[in-house]
């Protein structure tokens, strides 16, 4: 069973950055697919970026340029860095351990509240 804590969300400018952490504990973390997603108010949850437990990466159009997705499997930690934050990007961010190659999901963290707003 993998464990998962994200950490890293707040008030933020329109323009500015955040970076978020996602720590795990538990079951071996670096044979893992780590996947980002967010909900925002009223809408469905929304894939953001993948990362393969090789570090292949992959990002959603909307986020495509401006978020990376990184991991450090000695410190069990996935990061998304987001950069030229906009307020569409208002939403609670969850991490999620994926069996790599599968839609099977190990876990979701409890999820970490971003706010872009002047």
């Known amino acids: 069973q993998v464990q998962l804590v994200e950490s890293g969300g707040g008030l933020v400018q329109p323009g500015g950055s955040l970076r978020l952490s996602c720590a795990a504990s538990?079951?071996?973390?670096?044979?893992?697919?780590m996947d980002w997603y967010r909900q925002a108010p009223g809408k469905q949850r929304e894939l953001v970026a993948i990362?393969?437990?090789?570090?292949?990466?992959t990002y959603a159009d909307s986020v495509k340029g401006r978020f990376a997705i990184s991991r450090d499997n000695a410190k069990n930690t996935v990061y998304l860095q987001m950069n030229s934050l906009k307020p569409e990007d208002t939403a609670v961010y969850y991490c999620?351990?994926?069996?790599?190659?599968?839609?099977?999901?190990?876990?979701w963290g409890q999820g970490t509240q971003v706010t872009v707003s002047s």
């Open positions: 999620a351990a994926r069996v790599l190659g599968t839609l099977k999901y190990l876990s």
């Open positions: 538990g079951s071996i973390f670096s044979d893992n697919a």
């Open positions: 990362i393969t437990s090789g570090g292949t990466t």
